[in-house]
C-alpha cells in the first residue's frame, strides 16, 4: 500500500503529516510511528501527524511522539496543520477543540484555557502549582501548566547553561508526573521577552515547543515577571504568545512545508 506524506515543521519541531480524511489508513500503533520517526532507518521527525475526519470540527489531528506514544496537543503542528489548510479552522485533539488563522506573523492558534490544579497537570499528589515545593538539583520550586498536555517550567538566571539533556529525562519520568511531564527551562529577559528551551515528553530536546512556549509565558504572567504579550524565543525562532482577559492564550509564529513524498506501508508495519 502506497502512503503519501508531507513533511512540515514549525520552528525545526519536524512532522511527517498523513491525511486520512478522504481515505482510511491501517491502524497506528507505537512500533509504525516509531520506525516513521526514525531518523536513520525511517523519514525521521519528532512526531507523527495523522488527520482524520471529524464532525465536530474541519479535521480532527492525532499526535504520536516519537517513541511511539500518543499524546494529547502540539502547538507547532498545530500551526502546521493550520498552514495546510490554508483558511481559518477548527482543529479536534486529545486535548480538546483549538482554532487556527492566516496571520501576518505566520499563524495564530487559539490554544484555550490553561489549567493550574494540580489534578489536571496531573500531579501524583496535591501542591501548589504556581511554586511547587520540590527540585532536582539546581532546579528548583518550579510551576505546572497544562495547555492540553502537561508542562512544567524552572525559571533560571541562565537557560542556557542548564544541562536539560541529563536532567529532562528524570523529571519527565519522576513519579510526580503519572502522565510523565514536559520540562521547560526559561529565563526572562524583560517583561516583553522569554528564552526558552524544552525536553519534550517522548521526544527529548526540541527546537521549540509551542506548548511549552504558552505554558511558560502563563507561569511568568500568573508570577508577574511579564506582562500578558511576550515573544518566547526557542532554538528554531520566536513566538508570540498572548494571554487574554478572557483566559484564552493565542500563540502566533512560522510553519512551513519541507516536502512531499510517499513510502511502502508494509516497509514500517
Known sequence: MRVEFIKMHGLGNDFVVLDARQAALPAIHGQIARAIADRRQGIGCDQLILLEPDADATVRMR????????????????????????????????????????????????????????????????????SMPVGWEELEQPAAVNVGNPHVIFFVEDQATVDLARLGPAIETDALFPDRINVNVATVADRQTIHLRVWERGAGLTRACGTGACATAVAAMRRGLTGREVTVHLPGGPLMIGWGEDNRITMTGAATEAFRGSFEWDDYA
Open 63 to 130: 499526535i504520536f511522539n516519537a517513541d511511539g506514544g500518543e499524546v494529547e496537543a502540539c502547538g507547532n503542528a498545530t500551526r502546521a496543520i493550520g498552514l495546510l489548510l490554508g483558511q481559518p479552522a477548527t482543529i479536534m485533539t486529545k486535548g480538546g477543540l483549538v482554532a487556527t488563522r492566516p496571520d501576518a506573523n505566520g499563524i495564530a492558534v487559539d490554544m484555550g484555557e490553561p489549567r493550574f490544579d494540580w489534578d489536571a497537570i496531573p500531579l501524583a499528589y496535591a501542591m501548589d502549582t504556581l
